[in-house]
C-alpha cells in the first residue's frame, strides 16, 4: 500500500506549478477565461512563479486602463521598448509553447484552478502561522 504522501488526492493531481502554467494559458488563449478574468480580476498573490505573476499583473493593469490584454501588448509591457528585442522574441515564443504543452482549459475548470490555487495559498498562510 502506497504512504499518504504518495497517494494522489482528486483535487491535488495537478501540481501548482502545473495549475499556474495551465490558469497562464487559459488567460491568455481562450476568449472565455480572459473575459472572465477581465470581469473578475485574477490575483497574484496566489501564484509562485513570479513570471507568472508579473503577466498576470500587466494583465490586470492593462485591463484596469481599459485596454485590450492582447498578447503582443503583454509581451511589450514585460520588456520595455528599451529593453532587447530578443528578450520579447523569447518570451512570445515561450508563451506559444506554454499554449501547446499546458492547453487552455475551458472557463469552469479554470475557476476550479484559481479556487485551489487560492485555498492552497490560505493554507500555506496556516501552515507557517502553525510552525
Not at 492582447?70 to 520588456?79: A, G, K, P, S, Y
Request: proline share 5%.
Amino acid at each position: 500500500m502506497p504512504s499518504t504522501q504518495q497517494r494522489v488526492l482528486p483535487e491535488n493531481q495537478f501540481t501548482v506549478r502545473r495549475r499556474e502554467n495551465i490558469i497562464l494559458s487559459s488567460l491568455l488563449f481562450d476568449k472565455d477565461c480572459r473575459e472572465f478574468s477581465i470581469q473578475k480580476r485574477i490575483e497574484t498573490a496566489y501564484f509562485q512563479d513570479q513570471r507568472i505573476k508579473k503577466i498576470i499583473d500587466i494583465f490586470n493593469g492593462l485591463c484596469s486602463s481599459n485596454i485590450p490584454p492582447r498578447l503582443d501588448i503583454i509581451v511589450e509591457q514585460f520588456f520595455p521598448k528599451d529593453e532587447d528585442e530578443a528578450k520579447r522574441k523569447k518570451l512570445l515564443e515561450d508563451l506559444m509553447k506554454l499554449r501547446d504543452t499546458c492547453p487552455p482549459s475551458d472557463v469552469e475548470l479554470f475557476k476550479q484552478h484559481t479556487f485551489f490555487l487560492k485555498k492552497h495559498k490560505s493554507l500555506e498562510k496556516l501552515r507557517k502561522l502553525l510552525n
